[in-house]
């Protein structure tokens, strides 16, 4: 199978597989929804497949793209160059919040797999800024994204995700709409930024930490993959069972949990 798609070759160390099926371009950019006058920003737009017909609706789009090759054709690009704002910079460094405005910013993109989720924990850390997000994401994280409590794909993501927005899938993507075709099923996830915090929370180090370790360590009860950071009668004094695994918390029940480490640990990273 070719890994050349009009005219350049997709490089393994970008993770690159380009979109180029025109039903799933056009099922993606309407779950999308952009608009004039609003603050779009994509992610790796690669040869533009989802670039052109945002730029099509829309006066402005701010691009951030690492592979400087593919950077100088969109900023060359023949039809759109005068509405495209051109970073080339690794989006996993990039300080989102230099592209905040009066306007929230609406982020979208066909994120490469081998860095979907630390960009997503990136990403969450500017969701103050952020109106939404759609992704084109491999299937299972897009299941991880979405998963609730008691399901086997739940994990710190899921928690993670649940803190800071609502996660919906919208847009299932086979592998032959790349090229080359993945050796997984993708799907396009909408992420909402809550615009209160589902639960009260002191530190979001804190949360990060309790559910990090549970998760570490998800086979064991809470009682083991917790103990340093709290003791069973601390967690029975939370009404929460000390014999339970990490998958069983709720989001409300690890905030639980998390507060208390703060107030008696403080706000310190995980070891």
Do not use: W
């Amino acid at each position: 199978m070719s890994k050349t798609h009009l005219g350049h070759t997709a490089r393994k160390r970008f993770g690159q597989n380009f979109l180029f099926d025109e039903y799933v371009i056009d099922q993606i950019v309407t779950a999308i929804g952009p608009e004039s006058k609003q603050n779009l920003v994509e992610i790796g737009p690669g040869l533009g497949a989802l670039t052109e017909p945002v730029a099509d609706i829309v006066d402005m789009l701010t691009v951030i793209e690492l592979d400087r090759d593919l950077a100088k054709r969109l900023r060359e690009h023949p039809f759109i160059q005068s509405k495209l704002n051109v970073i080339e910079q690794d989006a996993l460094k990039f300080d989102f919040a230099s592209l905040a405005s009066d306007a929230p910013m609406r982020v979208f993109g066909n994120l490469p797999y081998n860095i979907s989720t630390p960009l997503m924990f990136h990403l969450f850390s500017f969701s103050q800024h952020i109106e939404d997000m759609h992704f084109m994401l491999q299937l299972e994280v897009v299941k991880r994204l979405c998963a609730s409590h008691n399901d086997s794909l739940y994990g710190k993501l899921s928690v993670m995700a649940r803190y800071y927005c609502e996660a919906t899938p919208v847009v299932m993507v086979p592998p032959s709409a790349f090229k080359p075709p993945p050796k997984v099923d993708s799907a396009v996830v909408r992420l909402v930024p809550h615009k209160q915090p589902p639960v009260d929370l002191h530190s979001v180090t804190s949360l990060e930490k309790v559910v990090g370790n549970a998760f570490n360590q998800r086979r064991k009860t809470i009682r083991n993959s917790l103990k340093n950071l709290i003791d069973e009668a601390s967690l029975n004094a939370l009404d929460i069972d000390a014999e339970r695994r990490a998958q069983t918390l709720s989001l409300a029940e690890f905030a639980l949990i998390a507060n208390h480490v703060f107030e008696t640990k403080g706000d310190t990273p995980d070891e």
